[in-house]
């Protein structure tokens, strides 16, 4: 996949990912739910190549800080 459509591309799945969890703290639930739904996400990367896998891992693991610090605020 050419590097432009796959940052893109990522930070779409990022966007959606987060959507779809939320922007607040997460319960027990919710964070095995986005823990599963980003790990298919790296999943669909890491078959595109090693440094857009590299890319998404990064920008995930910043989100999963946000949440941490949101349920730390709880």
Same mark, same amino acid.
């Given at each position: ?5 796959? @940052?893109?591309?990522? @930070?779409? #799945?990022? +966007? ?5 969890? &939320?922007? &607040?703290?997460?319960? #027990?639930? !919710? +964070?095995? !739910?986005?823990? /599963?739904?980003? /790990?298919?996400?790296?999943? !669909?990367?890491? /078959?595109?190549?090693? &440094?857009? /896998? ?11 800080? @946000?949440?941490?610090?949101?349920? #730390?605020?709880?």
């Amino acid at each position: 996949m050419e590097d432009r459509k796959a @940052f893109l591309e990522i @930070f779409n #799945d990022i +966007w959606s990912l987060m959507e779809v969890s &939320g922007y &607040g703290s997460l319960d #027990d639930g !919710k +964070w095995g !739910k986005f823990l /599963e739904y980003g /790990e298919n996400l790296m999943k !669909k990367y890491r /078959e595109y190549s090693a &440094g857009q /896998e590299e890319l998404f891992r990064d920008i995930y693991m910043a989100v999963q800080k @946000f949440y941490e610090r949101k349920n #730390d605020e709880k």
